[in-house]
């Protein structure tokens, strides 16, 4: 359904005309610095900022662009951090993300070094946390004031999928 590419400057105008507010921006992107109005200049610079991160486009059979994750392994060497997700609005409720998150998966355990994906999401996003869950993710915890938005805090769930327990869903 999906393929998994690394992310090329093109890709930043299709990525950021995805976002189309200040709260869709902070819900994709968290506490990164972005500004609103977002644009592809500031996605461009964020990737090209840290090469440690493995930033990758989804693109569909035909080649567009629908959707986007990153992948960036933490400092013990031993987990890798899932976050920025976004699928396209054109396409969205066809299995996308899924099939994207599935395939980010895959890459992050290709390693056998990896023993652990950990990711936060907003705990007001209530589809992507049951995604997450369905996939094998489970919550380790919730940070209720992580980020405030025009005056209201918004509560993160910090989510992780040890390797075993993706292993058993993968089979």
Not at 49 to 66: E, F, I, L
């Amino acid at each position: 359904m999906i393929e998994l590419r690394a992310f090329a400057p093109a890709d930043a105008v299709s990525v950021a005309s995805w976002i189309d507010s200040l709260e869709a921006l902070i819900t994709w992107s968290g506490n990164t610095g972005f500004t609103w109005p977002f644009d592809a200049r500031q996605l461009s610079a964020f990737h090209a900022s840290d090469p440690s991160r493995r930033c990758h486009v989804a693109v569909g059979p035909d080649g567009t662009p629908v959707g986007h994750v990153l992948l960036r392994t933490e400092p013990s060497g031993r987990s890798v951090r899932l976050g920025m997700v976004l699928v396209s609005p054109a396409v969205r409720g066809r299995g996308y993300g899924e099939a994207m998150v599935e395939a980010a998966l895959g890459e992050a355990f290709a390693s056998p070094a990896i023993q652990r994906v950990n990711l936060g999401v907003y705990s007001h996003n209530a589809g992507a946390m049951r995604l997450y869950e369905r996939l094998g993710f489970r919550t380790e915890s919730v940070d209720p004031k992580a980020t405030c938005v025009a005056g209201a805090w918004w509560a993160s769930t910090t989510m992780s999928l040890p390797r075993d327990a993706w292993r058993s869903h993968a089979t």
